[in-house]
Antibody, heavy 121, light 107 residues
Framework: QVQLQESGPGLVKASGTLSLTCVVS?????????WNWVRQPPGKGLEWIGN???????NYNPSLQNRATISVDTSKNQFSLEVTSVTAADTAVYYC??????????????WGQGTLVAVSS | DIQLTQSPSFLSASVGDRVTITCRAS??????LLWYRQIPGKAPQVLIY???TLQRGAPSRFTGGGSGTDFTLTINFLQAEDFATYYC?????????FGQGTKLKIK
């Protein structure tokens, strides 16, 4: 049973850079899965940020206007998220999640518990 | 981007009731749709994938249907743990998008 755990600062200053890491246990990050970041502002809905494959290939949501970078470290079995030039609108619970292929379908089948990041002025 | 619109946004029901939530996509997504239940303070839990396939470990009282642009999630015989927020999500194209959510409350 794969498990994911997010870690990183809970408070970031406005205009600074948000950095989070997701450690994968119980499975290899080099398996044929995509590794994702999703966020949820307090009291609001879910937003997909982007994903990365173990090869380093990444995809992003254009809504973040090129401020997000997702990278993978196979030697540590983890992947990371950086968001630059943060504002109060980036305050959210950040989740990491695995997407696995089930026949022809992709499924977000494993999630971390989430970590709250607040942006201070 | 593909927009997903859920209805209703809020729903009141009682334990033992049957409820249905709908999700409409702004364009054809075939059956590349997931449904989640999110309990406050917890990560979303996938219930249905492929629009109608029950995820392993999800209770059988959850049923998904639809294809193209119109989808439904039906919950039979509501249990206490079902009073939560439900989201649909499309994985047809990037960026993956979610519906705005449906909050199910106890009447």
């Amino acid at each position: 049973q794969v498990q994911l755990q997010e870690s990183g600062p809970g408070l970031v200053k406005a205009s600074g850079t948000l950095s989070l890491t997701c450690v994968v246990s119980g499975g290899s990050i080099s398996s044929s899965n995509w590794w994702n970041w999703v966020r949820q502002p307090p009291g609001k809905g879910l937003e997909w940020i982007g994903n990365v494959y173990f090869s380093g290939t990444a995809n992003y949501n254009p809504s973040l206007q090129n401020r997000a970078t997702i990278s993978v470290d196979t030697s540590k079995n983890q992947f990371s998220l950086e968001v630059t030039s943060v504002t109060a609108a980036d305050t959210a619970v950040y989740y990491c999640a695995r997407v696995q292929r089930y026949f022809e379908y992709l499924v977000f089948d494993s999630w971390g518990q989430g970590t709250l990041v607040a942006v201070s002025s | 981007d593909i927009q997903l619109t859920q209805s209703p946004s809020f729903l009141s029901a009682s334990v033992g009731d049957r409820v249905t939530i709908t999700c409409r996509a702004s364009r054809d997504i075939s059956t590349y749709l997931l449904w989640y239940r999110q309990i406050p303070g917890k990560a979303p839990q996938v219930l249905i994938y492929g629009a109608s396939t029950l995820q392993r470990g999800a209770p059988s009282r959850f049923t998904g249907g639809g294809s193209g642009t119109d989808f439904t999630l039906t919950i039979n015989f509501l249990q206490a743990e079902d009073f939560a927020t439900y989201y649909c999500q499309q994985l047809k194209t990037y960026p993956y998008t979610f519906g705005q959510g449906t909050k199910l409350k106890i009447k």
